[in-house]
C-alpha cells in the first residue's frame, strides 16, 4: 500500500538554493555585461562611426547559456521539478526586474533581485505554493516594468 505523507516535506532548503544561485548569476551577469561595456569603450574609442567588439555580439548568449548550465546543474542537485516549467522563466523573464533594480540603485539590487526571482519562481514548482510563487513572480514582474516604462 502506497501512502503519501501527510505533511509536504520543507521547501526552504530547495527555495532558498535557488535564491542563493539566482543572486550569484545576477552578480555575475551584472559584472560580466560591465566589463564587457568597459571593453567595447576602450576598443571603439578611436572610431567615429558605429563600432561593435565580438562581446557585444557574444554577451547576451554567453549569460544565457551559462546561466542555463548552472540552472540545470543546481536544479537537479536541489530536487527542483519539473524544470522544463521552471527554468525558461527565471532565464528569459529575469532580465526585467534586474534591469530595473540596476537601473535605480546598482548592481547590488540586481543582485537581490535576482536572487528574489529566482526563489519565488522556484516556489511555483510545490503545488502546495504554486499560486503564491506565481502571485509574488507576478508581483515583481509587474513592479519591474513599471519601474522601467514609466
Same mark, same amino acid.
Given at each position: 500500500?502506497?501512502?503519501?505523507?501527510?505533511?509536504?516535506?520543507?521547501?526552504?532548503?530547495?527555495?532558498?538554493?535557488?535564491?542563493?544561485?539566482?543572486? !550569484?548569476?545576477?552578480? *555575475?551577469?551584472?559584472?560580466?555585461?560591465?566589463?564587457?561595456? #568597459?571593453?567595447?569603450?576602450?576598443?571603439c574609442?578611436?572610431?567615429?562611426?558605429?563600432?561593435?567588439?565580438?562581446?557585444?555580439?557574444? /554577451?547576451?548568449? %554567453? +549569460?544565457?547559456?551559462?546561466?542555463?548550465?548552472?540552472?540545470?546543474?543546481?536544479?537537479?542537485? %536541489?530536487?527542483? #521539478?519539473?524544470?522544463?516549467?521552471?527554468?525558461?522563466?527565471?532565464?528569459?523573464?529575469a532580465?526585467?526586474? &534586474? %534591469?530595473?533594480?540596476?537601473?535605480?540603485?546598482?548592481?547590488?539590487?540586481?543582485?537581490?533581485?535576482? *536572487?528574489?526571482?529566482?526563489?519565488?519562481?522556484?516556489?511555483?514548482?510545490?503545488? #502546495?505554493?504554486?499560486? &503564491?510563487? !506565481?502571485?509574488?513572480?507576478? +508581483?515583481?514582474?509587474? /513592479?519591474?516594468?513599471? !519601474?522601467?516604462?514609466r
Amino acid at each position: 500500500m502506497n501512502t503519501s505523507p501527510t505533511e509536504p516535506r520543507p521547501v526552504i532548503p530547495q527555495v532558498s538554493g535557488a535564491a542563493v544561485t539566482g543572486a !550569484v548569476l545576477a552578480c *555575475g551577469a551584472v559584472y560580466f555585461f560591465s566589463w564587457v561595456r #568597459r571593453d567595447s569603450d576602450q576598443a571603439c574609442e578611436k572610431t567615429d562611426g558605429l563600432c561593435w567588439t565580438w562581446w557585444d555580439w557574444a /554577451a547576451i548568449p %554567453l +549569460t544565457l547559456a551559462a546561466a542555463l548550465i548552472t540552472l540545470i546543474i543546481v536544479y537537479k542537485q %536541489l530536487d527542483i #521539478r519539473p524544470r522544463l516549467a521552471v527554468i525558461p522563466p527565471t532565464i528569459l523573464l529575469a532580465p526585467f526586474p &534586474l %534591469l530595473a533594480a540596476q537601473a535605480n540603485a546598482g548592481w547590488w539590487t540586481a543582485t537581490i533581485a535576482g *536572487g528574489t526571482w529566482s526563489g519565488f519562481v522556484a516556489l511555483t514548482a510545490w503545488s #502546495r505554493y504554486r499560486i &503564491l510563487g !506565481v502571485t509574488a513572480s507576478a +508581483t515583481l514582474l509587474l /513592479a519591474s516594468l513599471i !519601474v522601467l516604462y514609466r
